[in-house]
């Protein structure tokens, strides 16, 4: 069992950069392909973006490719989700989330969540 906590949430100007971690507990974290999704009120869940298993492929969501970065740190237990160029549109709470599969857009391929961190982009 794999238990998700995110954190670095908050409010941040538009254009600014913020980096979000989640921290894995479990021994089992490494079977895992870890992926980041969002959600702004009123709508559904968004993909944003995946890294595998050994952290060696990666996959960003047009909305923010090119502006954001998802990693991981296996010896950390730790995934991070770089983001720059932050607009208002990117305005949502952030989740962090464990497949068995790398590079899975849809939210209930998930095995494991992260309650989830706000971030809030102001113009």
């Known amino acids: 069992q794999v238990q998700l906590v995110e954190s670095g949430g908050g409010l941040v100007q538009a254009g600014g950069s913020l980096r979000l971690s989640c921290s894995a507990s479990g021994r089992t974290f490494n079977n895992y392909a870890m992926a980041w999704f969002r959600q702004a009120p009123g709508k559904e869940r968004e993909y944003v973006g995946a890294?595998?298993?050994?952290?060696?492929?990666?996959y960003s969501a047009d909305p923010v490719k090119g502006r954001f970065t998802v990693s991981r740190d296996n010896a950390l237990n730790m995934v991070f989700l770089e983001m720059r160029s932050l607009k208002r549109e990117d305005t949502g709470v952030y989740y962090c989330?464990?497949?068995?599969?790398?590079?899975?857009?849809?939210?209930?391929?998930?095995?494991?969540w992260g309650r989830g961190t706000q971030v809030t982009v102001s113009s």
């Open positions: 989330a464990a497949s068995p599969i790398f590079n899975i857009g849809v939210p209930s391929e998930y095995e494991y």
């Open positions: 890294v595998s298993r050994s952290g060696g492929r990666t």
